[in-house]
């Protein structure tokens, strides 16, 4: 069903986009030169062609600089090989709707971006001159840890409600925040994209928020903060039939991340053939925090290679008393290794390190709450390398003492939350239904810890448990487990 849905929407796109005529930027005035700021000329070309009929507004080489401009249906913007769009350094030049972005398109059908060409949001020097004003008290923000917030700093894009999206061939680099968010749309394509997103805080790569039927495949991202994130702001909403798959990512924090906000839910997800590098976080974060559901989740085909963590599963309750679910996960065909050394280092904007514990984390983590299991989890045929080297002087956490291992269902959410864990393989805790087939781990330096520890784990198995450690310890060790089989 998802496939078809989405092949249904690739065509209407491209039958869109094959009907669709050109126009010249140079024809409503458009100036190349880079200095001549354009905002008015290129609104002035998107109503136009939305008025008449629908077509594609082409770029050729140059640097077209501009403030905000509002997509309308039925316009693509092309940006032909050596285009470059260029974002003001202003920030009076940008509109604001919640959020603040230099392309803006909300209630609008049969867009798109397409091309070889680059935009180009000069972030940084955006974001220096937004704390300028601040400090000029020409604008409000509450400027925690001394940054501005990212409402108040323009993204490349903001599309909101809209349906039948192409974004494709096109680079994307330097907002001054997250680089594109799409929020409650439907038929969305993503693909062949290139994302440098890594001059500034916060500057996530793909934000997927409450969208029906979405591709992102075939991309290269590069950010500062989560490279590919699934949100749910809504909870009458949910991300649903989504398909992330061949892209390449880079994160100082997680590559591919569900649940920063999770209020309605996330369901019928495919991540298949993805390959993750240098990521401070994890490769794949699932978070279900904020009363909402994750479920139907497949991950197939994944290599992450300098990761901080592997696989990270969680339930949360940051709202008293709407518990949340996360159940139905298929995890097949993943290799990972986890170094001794930060995975992030020499990029512009690392991580923080005072998140860390000091031992380094265990490559899988299932974290539950008493009273919202994770459950029916599969992970089969998966190879974890992690260099070891833990020191019991470093907080150790007995293994006849797992309830000193806080539960902090209201925190944020991130592997690194509960410091020191007494595994260094997987550490599960209030799930049921697991069920491990063909995990081999490899440890390459002496570590006091065991490898797998389960705790309040019923109705799971695990079978082809390969482990290799120097002073092998005890491979599992379990409390408060029920119907285990081994």
């Not at 972005?101 to 909300?106: C, M, N, P, V």
């Not at 997103?197 to 991309?219: A, H, L, P, R």
């Not at 398909?243 to 924090?253: E, F, K, P, Q, Y």
């Not at 290794?337 to 995975?343: E, G, L, S």
């Amino acid at each position: 069903m998802l496939k078809q849905t989405l092949l249904i929407a690739f065509f209407l796109l491209q039958s869109f986009a094959l009907l669709a005529k050109d126009y010249k930027a140079s024809l409503f005035n458009i100036n190349s030169d880079g200095v001549t700021l354009n905002t008015r000329s290129i609104q002035f070309a998107i109503d136009h062609i939305s008025a008449n009929g629908g077509g594609r507004l082409v770029f050729y080489v140059g640097r077209y600089l501009t403030g905000s401009i509002h997509l309308k249906s039925n316009v693509t913007l092309q940006l032909e090989e050596g285009a470059v769009l260029v974002g003001s350094t202003n920030p009076f030049d940008y509109d604001k709707k919640t959020w603040t972005s230099l392309i803006f398109a909300h209630d609008q059908q049969n867009i798109g971006i397409t091309g070889k060409g680059v935009i180009d949001g000069q972030g940084k020097a955006v974001a220096v001159n937004v704390i300028a004003n601040i400090e000029k008290n020409l604008l409000k923000d509450p400027y925690k840890y001394g940054r501005p917030s990212e409402a108040n700093r323009p993204m490349l894009v903001n599309f909101a409600k809209c349906e039948n999206i192409l974004v494709r061939g096109v680079t994307l680099r330097s907002s001054a925040s997250w680089n594109q968010t799409y929020d409650q749309c439907k038929n969305l394509t993503v693909d062949s994209i290139t994302v440098y997103n890594v001059d500034y805080w916060n500057q996530d790569g793909v934000d997927i928020v409450d969208c029906e039927d979405v591709k992102v495949t075939n991309s290269y991202i590069n950010a500062a903060d989560d490279g590919i994130c699934l949100k749910s702001h809504d909870a009458t909403k949910a991300c649903k039939n989504i398909l992330i798959s061949n892209n390449t990512i880079r994160s100082s924090a997680n590559a591919i991340k569900f649940g920063t906000a999770s209020r309605g839910g996330f369901s019928n997800v495919r991540i298949i053939n993805n390959k993750v590098f240098d990521t401070y976080r994890s490769a794949i974060a699932l978070e279900a925090v904020d009363g909402g559901f994750l479920e139907d989740v497949e991950i197939d085909g994944l290599r992450a290679t300098n990761t901080g963590n592997l696989l990270f599963l969680r339930t949360g309750e940051r709202v008293a008393g709407k518990k949340s679910r996360l159940q139905n996960i298929k995890i097949s065909n993943v290799d990972g290794d986890i170094p001794a050394t930060k995975p992030d280092a020499g990029y512009g904007y690392e991580g923080p390190i005072e998140d860390n514990p000091r031992n380094i984390s265990p490559g899988i983590i299932i974290a539950g709450l008493p009273d919202a299991l994770i459950t029916n989890v599969s992970l089969n045929n998966i190879k974890l390398r992690h260099a070891g080297g833990g020191k019991a002087e470093y907080a150790n956490v007995p293994l006849d003492e797992l309830d000193r291992i806080p539960e902090i269902p209201a925190q944020y959410p991130e592997f690194s939350m509960f410091k020191e864990l007494p595994s260094w393989g997987v550490f599960a805790r209030h799930a049921t239904g697991l069920k491990v087939n063909n995990l081999t781990m490899v440890c390459e330096r002496k570590d006091f810890r065991v490898p797998v520890v389960l705790d309040d784990v019923s109705n799971s198995s695990i079978s082809g448990l390969k482990i290799s450690q120097d002073g092998k310890k005890q491979e599992i060790f379990q409390r408060n487990t029920k119907n285990i089989k081994l």
